[in-house]
């Protein structure tokens, strides 16, 4: 048998690597050999490890979708507890995930203060965002471990899916902002990014919201 060490393998951006049959112990410990300052991002479900490197547009539409998230949150006047891609896992459902962010907000009071998290006694974040999600592991890593909302972000769309008798169902609306058309504004206002830039962006979000909240 051969035996490499992470730190032998190259991924590039916008390329995962996949491994099968990785038990629990195994998943922790290529945890701690990539260590928490990097730029991989890791899921874990059912014994299949996936390690991705995200690409430079990723990164630019994860910030600007947390900061859609961040304005919604400070406009509505609702507090929030943001965990950014805190590593949760938990073992006895054989499931960990690296979010691009996310966010407390129901529980955010169970949240102020706390720098270690334990999902066998805690709640997981009330609200995920992953961009550009193309591998079942992920979706089935938020599921195991009872995410009640998930936004996927891909190719300029939004998708919102909402955890129904354990199982995430996709929904037009988000149950955190209900009386708002989020998918709408956050396609809106990505795609203009593209063209005027993140700031005016965020900031033509911030007026469409305040309209709209009249």
Same mark, same amino acid.
């Given at each position: 048998m051969v035996t490499l060490q992470l730190r032998q393998l190259s991924v590039f951006p916008g390329q995962r690597i996949v491994l099968t049959d990785v038990n629990w112990s195994k998943f922790e410990e290529i945890l701690q050999e990539?260590?928490?300052k990097r730029a991989k991002r890791v899921a874990y479900? %059912? =014994?299949t490890l996936e390690i991705r490197m995200p690409l430079p547009e990723h990164e630019v539409d994860k910030? $600007?979708?947390g900061d859609?998230? +961040?304005i919604l949150l400070e406009e509505l006047e609702v507090e929030r507890e943001c965990y950014g891609s805190t590593t949760f896992k938990r073992e006895d459902m054989a499931a960990g995930i690296e979010p691009d =962010?996310?966010?407390y907000i129901q529980n955010y009071r169970l949240m102020i203060? +706390?720098?270690r998290l334990d999902l066998t006694v805690g709640s997981p974040p009330d @609200?995920? $965002?992953e961009v550009d999600v193309t591998s079942k592991t992920q979706l089935s890593a938020y %599921?195991? @471990?009872r995410v009640p909302e998930l936004w996927q972000f891909s190719q300029g769309s939004l998708k919102i899916y909402v955890l129904q008798a354990d199982e995430y169902v996709q929904s037009s609306l988000s149950p955190t902002f209900p009386n708002l058309p989020i998918t709408q504004g956050v396609e809106q206002f990505v795609k203009m990014s593209l063209t005027q830039g993140s700031s005016s962006a965020l900031r033509a979000f911030r007026k469409w919201l305040r309209e709209r909240m009249e």
């Open positions: 990539l260590g928490e479900c %059912q =014994n910030e $600007i979708l859609m998230v +961040k =962010n996310c966010f203060g +706390k720098r @609200l995920a $965002i %599921q195991a @471990l």
